[in-house]
Nanobody, 125 residues
Framework: QVRLEQSGGGTVQAGGSLRLSCTAS????????IGWFRQAPGKEYIFVAG????????YYDDSVKGRFTISRDNAKNTVYLQMDTLHTEDTAIYHC??????????????????WGQGTQVTVSS
């Protein structure tokens, strides 16, 4: 079992940057594929970015490609989501999630068993 603790987020003007952190306890994050999802009010969870166990290959939704960067710091047992050039439509609650299965990065929320508590990101115009 792994516990995910999120930090970061907040309110920023359009064009600004934020960094989200997802820190694991009890087990190393290198054992998991990690995904970041977001949920805007009244909408479903959307896959934003993922980083694969073992290879650290990264994956992005087209809406954030070139603006967001997912990375891993194994020494801190933390995965980051650096968000640059934020748009108002990036406003959502962001969750990190861990998939313990040995497979490709999954983009459906139901594929992830462990979830962080969520953090609000608000981008104002």
């Amino acid at each position: 079992q792994v516990r995910l603790e999120q930090s970061g987020g907040g309110t920023v003007q359009a064009g600004g940057s934020l960094r989200l952190s997802c820190t694991a306890s009890e087990r190393p994050l290198t054992l998991y594929n990690i995904g970041w999802f977001r949920q805007a009010p009244g909408k479903e969870y959307i896959f934003v970015a993922g980083i694969k166990r073992n290879t650290d290959h990264t994956y992005y939704d087209d809406s954030v490609k070139g603006r967001f960067t997912i990375s891993r710091d194994n020494a801190k047992n933390t995965v980051y989501l650096q968000m640059d050039t934020l748009h108002t439509e990036d406003t959502a609650i962001y969750h990190c999630a861990a998939d313990h299965n040995l497979r490709s990065i999954q983009m459906t929320p139901s594929s992830y068993f462990y979830w962080g508590q969520g953090t609000q990101v608000t981008v104002s115009s």
